[in-house]
């Protein structure tokens, strides 16, 4: 006779095998990324992280914050860094959103450290997002409650560093070849006014 589990231990169970699924494949490398970004977004979103059963050892498995659950050894923990996994989805806004809010300090943590009790600030480790990056406009985005260009980036209208532009949060930049005369002043005339030119002129 087949056993039956309560609605509770069902989604245990469920939530045990999305978090397990996912291990693996960060130990093994993910061969679809599309795929395991989309689990990454929902284990952050839905904080599958929190509470699961691991199969086959008939424990439910707690943490308090996301970063001891994701360094945490196998089978309980995912046994990576924040940076590795933040590297493997970089490429996928919706998850690298919901990832920043996962990483981000609770209310019961305001020194930040790193406690079994609340979340983590990750604004202040060495695990900050720097540099141009995704992570990093995503982050700002966010600090600065942008919420309507978070959304844009996370329907894919928007990219992350498009977005930081319209905010005010990073200046717009062109690349050109030093050597392309040619190109220099067509793209001196699409990106900037008489004004600019002028001063670039004058200074020449």
């Not at 940076?83 to 943590?109: C, V, W």
């Not at 985005?141 to 996370?154: P, T, V």
Request: aromatic share 6%; hydrophobic share 35%; charged share 30%.
């Amino acid at each position: 006779m087949k056993k039956r589990f309560s609605k509770k231990q069902d989604e245990a169970l469920r939530r045990g095998r999305i978090v397990r699924g996912i291990a693996s494949d960060i130990n093994w490398l993910p061969k679809n990324l599309d795929d395991f970004a989309d689990r990454i977004a929902m284990v952050c979103d839905d904080k599958l992280w929190e509470s699961w059963e691991l199969e086959g050892y008939k424990e439910i498995v707690e943490w308090k914050d996301f970063e001891s659950f994701v360094t945490g050894k196998n089978p309980r923990g995912w046994g990576t860094t924040l940076d590795s996994l933040r590297y493997l989805i970089r490429d996928f806004p919706k998850a690298l959103i919901a990832f920043d809010k996962a990483t981000q300090r609770g209310p019961g943590n305001p020194s930040g450290s790193n406690q079994h009790l609340g979340t983590v600030d990750i604004v202040n480790s060495s695990s900050r997002p720097d540099g141009n990056s995704a992570p990093r406009a995503i982050r700002a985005l966010r600090a600065h409650g942008h919420d309507k260009l978070l959304s844009q980036i996370e329907s894919g209208d928007l990219t992350p560093n498009k977005a930081a532009i319209m905010a005010g949060l990073r200046k717009r930049k062109v690349q050109v070849v030093p050597s392309d005369s040619e190109q220099i002043i067509r793209t001196l005339k699409r990106h900037c006014d008489d004004a600019t030119i002028e001063r670039i002129k004058s200074g020449l």
